[in-house]
């Protein structure tokens, strides 16, 4: 079973930068198998994909992420990160962090497990 555990949520104001993690365990196999990314969900909308690592571990951004946001990986804290910066009061929703052994799953929007998610507010 994988267990993902988001932390670094906020309240901030447009303009500032806030990062995010994503703890992952088990350790070992559970944590190198896994393909990993950061999904969102505002009121009234829809969760969807904000930035995923793929088999690469290069990252792969939606559109309103790139050039603004940062998807990387910490192996020897296990852990992943979401670094956002020039935040807008668009980016309010909550973040969630996923994960699944399948790739196309989590480039879909459906992986199989999921974090609590942590709320980012931009005023």
């Known amino acids: 079973q994988v267990q993902l555990v988001e932390s670094g949520g906020g309240s901030v104001q447009a303009g500032e930068s806030l990062r995010l993690s994503c703890r992952v365990s088990p350790v070992g196999y559970t944590y190198r198998s896994v393909y990993m990314g950061w999904f969102r969900q505002s009121p009234g909308n829809e969760r969807g994909g904000v930035a995923v690592l793929d088999s690469d571990n290069k990252p792969m951004y939606a559109d309103f992420s790139k050039g603004r946001f940062t998807i990387s990986k910490d192996n020897a804290k296990n852990t992943l990160y979401l670094q956002m910066a020039s935040l807008t009061p668009e980016d309010t929703a909550m973040y969630y962090c996923?994960?699944?052994?399948?790739?196309?799953?989590?480039?879909?929007?459906?992986?199989?497990?999921w974090g609590q998610g942590t709320q980012v507010t931009v005023s």
């Open positions: 996923a994960a699944d052994y399948s790739l196309r799953r989590v480039l879909t929007g459906s992986p199989n497990y």
